[in-house]
Nanobody, 124 residues
């Protein structure tokens, strides 16, 4: 079955950086679009970034533009989220998700499979 395993979360100071990874198994990775979402306490899950099957198209939420970079390595079945200039408001559980397709999806309902999440905490 499809499994997604996130890693790379942790505690970082305001202005710091983290690189999240999501390793996928049980699927032909290059046939799937990938997305990163996050959910802060008391808030709804929101899209952070998404990437097409070959990395040729990407999407960033306004909150992520200029600070975060999504990438994928189809040979390693892994998608990454490089997060720079982190702010306390970036504190959340970050999830990767996947769905079959070529472009990218912004709506969480389009994604069929989800990881367990990794906690990112940015201290002020």
């Amino acid at each position: 079955q499809v499994q997604l395993v996130e890693s790379g979360g942790g505690l970082v100071q305001d202005g710091g950086s983290l690189r999240l990874s999501c390793a996928a198994s049980g699927l032909t990775f290059s046939n799937y679009v990938m997305g990163w979402f996050r959910q802060a306490p008391g808030k709804e899950r929101e899209i952070v970034s998404a990437i097409s099957w070959n990395g040729g198209s990407t999407y960033y939420a306004d909150s992520a533009k200029g600070r975060f970079t999504i990438s994928r390595d189809n040979a390693k079945n892994t998608v990454y989220l490089q997060m720079n200039s982190l702010k306390p408001e970036d504190t959340a559980v970050y999830y990767c998700a996947t769905a079959a397709g070529l472009g990218y999806y912004i709506d969480a309902r389009r994604y069929n499979y989800w990881g367990q999440g990794t906690q990112v905490t940015v201290s002020s």
